[in-house]
């Protein structure tokens, strides 16, 4: 399953940017619009990815059933806990992997406390990137990008901090 905040942001920030790079590499790719499911082979091999929005508590129950072997959930901190809890316990399948992909919050977030401050008992890897990692992004724009913001969000979207906001 790939994930987001609704299926429309799943659509413009992963499908758009994987599918003409997974086309370069010689994947074939079927788009199954009306059930949000994208059928990928290459070399013989298919594997389904069906998208998903999770954006309220209801959302929990679209994917409440489901068996997967995976599920990316981009932007994870703007999901509800109940849809995110509900993606993970799907992957049932032998050798599962989840992977999230998230700005920071504030350091009470609940994604913040049990997982990425419990990366390790969780086994997983938390890698951290900045504006500074990102290739796409020319050194103007990110002088730009950096004068725009000021105090909680300077330190959260340049710096990548899980901080909260102070004062009033």
Not at 8 to 16: G, I, L, M, T
Not at 33 to 38: D, G, P, S, T
Not at 120 to 141: A, G, I, W, Y
Request: with cysteine; glycine share 8%; proline share 3%.
């Amino acid at each position: 399953a790939v994930c987001g905040k609704t299926i429309r942001s799943v659509r413009r920030n992963v499908v758009a940017e994987l599918i003409p790079k997974l086309k370069s590499m010689g994947f074939s790719m079927r788009v199954r619009q009306a059930e949000n499911e994208i059928i990928l082979s290459y070399q013989g091999r298919e594997n389904r990815f069906y998208l998903f929005g999770g954006r309220d508590e209801s959302s929990a129950a679209l994917i409440q059933g489901m068996t997967l072997a995976g599920v990316f959930l981009d932007e994870v901190v703007l999901m509800p806990r109940s849809f995110v809890e509900q993606a993970c316990a799907r992957c049932s399948v032998e050798g599962s992997r989840l992977w999230f992909s998230c700005n920071p919050e504030g350091p009470q977030h609940w994604f913040y406390q049990e997982w990425i401050l419990q990366a390790e008992k969780r086994n997983c890897l938390h890698l951290q990137f900045t504006m500074q990692d990102n290739p796409s992004l020319s050194k103007t724009v990110r002088r730009r990008y950096e004068r725009l913001y000021t105090g909680v969000f300077y330190r959260r979207f340049i710096l990548g901090q899980w901080c909260q906001a102070e004062g009033v």
